[in-house]
C-alpha cells in the first residue's frame, strides 16, 4: 500500500494557476496508476486526472486542457491552470484504480485545499 502526502495547497485569483504535488511513501514503479481527487464542499470526492504508467491520461472532471498531471518515481505534480471557482476543493493523491469506485478507496491521506476566489475584501468595480 502506497501512501500520498499532498502539498501546494492555496488561495488563488480566478484564471490563475497552481501546481500542486505529492510524495508517495514508496517508489510508484509497481504502480499500474496514480490520480489526483478532489472533494468540492458538501460533495462526494471525485477522480479529477489519472496517469497510468504508460503515460495515458484519463479525465473525470472538467479540466481538460486546463490540468496537467505528471509522475516521477515517488512525486507526482497536478498543474492546474485557467482556475475557476468551481474547481474549489480539497485535492488528494491516491493510486488510481479503475474498476473501483472512488468512495471505496482508503488511506486517503490529507489532502491540501485549493480555493478559487477573488480573495476577502476584494472589490470588483465595473465602469460604465
Known amino acids: 500500500q502506497v501512501h500520498f502526502v499532498e502539498s501546494g495547497g492555496s488561495l488563488v485569483q480566478p484564471g490563475g494557476s497552481l501546481r500542486l504535488s505529492c510524495t508517495a511513501s514508496k517508489s510508484l514503479r509497481s504502480i499500474y496508476a496514480v490520480g489526483w481527487f478532489r472533494q468540492p464542499p458538501g460533495r462526494a470526492r471525485e477522480l479529477v486526472i489519472s496517469r497510468d504508467d504508460s503515460g495515458r491520461t484519463e479525465y473525470g472532471a472538467d479540466v481538460r486542457g486546463r490540468f496537467t498531471i505528471s509522475r516521477g518515481n515517488a512525486m507526482v505534480h497536478l498543474q492546474m491552470n485557467e482556475l475557476r471557482p468551481e474547481d474549489t476543493a480539497v485535492y488528494y493523491c491516491?493510486?488510481?484504480?479503475?474498476?473501483?469506485?472512488?468512495?471505496?478507496?482508503?488511506?486517503w491521506g490529507q489532502g491540501t485545499q485549493v480555493t478559487v476566489d477573488w480573495g476577502q475584501g476584494t472589490q470588483v468595480t465595473v465602469s460604465p
Open positions: 491516491h493510486e488510481y484504480l479503475p474498476l473501483t469506485p472512488v468512495s471505496d478507496y482508503i488511506d
